[in-house]
């Protein structure tokens, strides 16, 4: 079946270092979303990549889709405090089923 | 421009009793989804509904749960007789046409506790 696999499940760094969350599909993806949720917050949108091999850059965050549509990444460069929270890869199939996968945690170690 | 809107925040239950839940969407949108999340865990969905329709529901339990989204009013979520296990972070979800591009925007979402 449908699953989403996201990596790590925890990630600390020290403020200033790069952080990379990955994000794996079982099956090819129509598109895929990223979310920030902040800790006691809830999901905020941040992108959505649809076309193979999409590179889409927001200031210091860089997403990635997989030439094959079943992979991404987001990358941040240099983090910051404010970068704190919960990173969510949300997959999305053909059929509209959105699967999210289960979060990479980022803690900034000042 | 409001964004999507829950409520309660803060909803504490005894086993047994009844959870509401309410979600209003953005504006212009007729599209909600609603999710359920454990601590540290991911979003899990839940259901998916239009105006006065179920389109998918494969992710809700098959008792003591349901939802609606009437003709006027907000998106319900209801929880019949709930157990410790029902404790989570129920967040709604809206987006305006549903299509397979379409991006979800997601409410401050609803903390159920069961004592």
């Known amino acids: 079946g449908q699953q989403v696999m996201q990596i790590p499940q925890y990630q600390h760094v020290q403020e200033g270092e790069d952080f990379t969350t990955y994000c794996n599909s079982s099956t090819t993806l129509s598109n895929i979303q990223w979310y920030k949720q902040r800790p006691g917050g809830h999901p905020v949108f941040l992108i959505q990549l649809v076309k193979s091999g999409e590179v889409k850059k927001q200031k210091r965050l860089t997403f990635q889709f997989g030439e094959a549509k079943k992979n991404s990444s987001l990358h941040i460069t240099a983090t910051q405090t404010t970068d704190v929270g919960t990173y969510f890869c949300a997959g999305q199939y053909r059929d509209d089923k959105i699967i999210f996968g289960k979060g990479t945690r980022l803690h900034i170690l000042p | 421009n409001a964004g999507v809107m829950q409520n309660p925040r803060h909803l504490v239950r005894r086993r047994g009793q009844e959870a509401r839940l309410r979600c209003s969407p953005m504006?212009?949108?007729?599209?909600v989804y609603w999710y359920r999340q454990l601590p540290e865990e991911g979003l899990k969905f839940m259901v998916y509904?239009?105006?006065?329709?179920?389109?998918?529901e494969s992710g809700m339990p098959k008792e003591r749960f349901s939802a609606e989204f009437p003709k006027e009013g907000p998106s319900i979520l209801r929880i019949q007789q709930v157990v410790r296990g029902d404790s989570a972070a129920y967040f709604c979800?809206?987006?305006?046409?549903?299509?397979?591009?379409?991006?979800?925007?997601f409410g401050p979402g609803t903390r159920l506790t069961v004592l």
């Open positions: 979800a809206s987006s305006q046409n549903g299509g397979i591009t379409d991006t979800q925007y």
């Open positions: 504006k212009g949108h007729s599209h």
């Open positions: 509904l239009q105006k006065e329709n179920i389109i998918d």
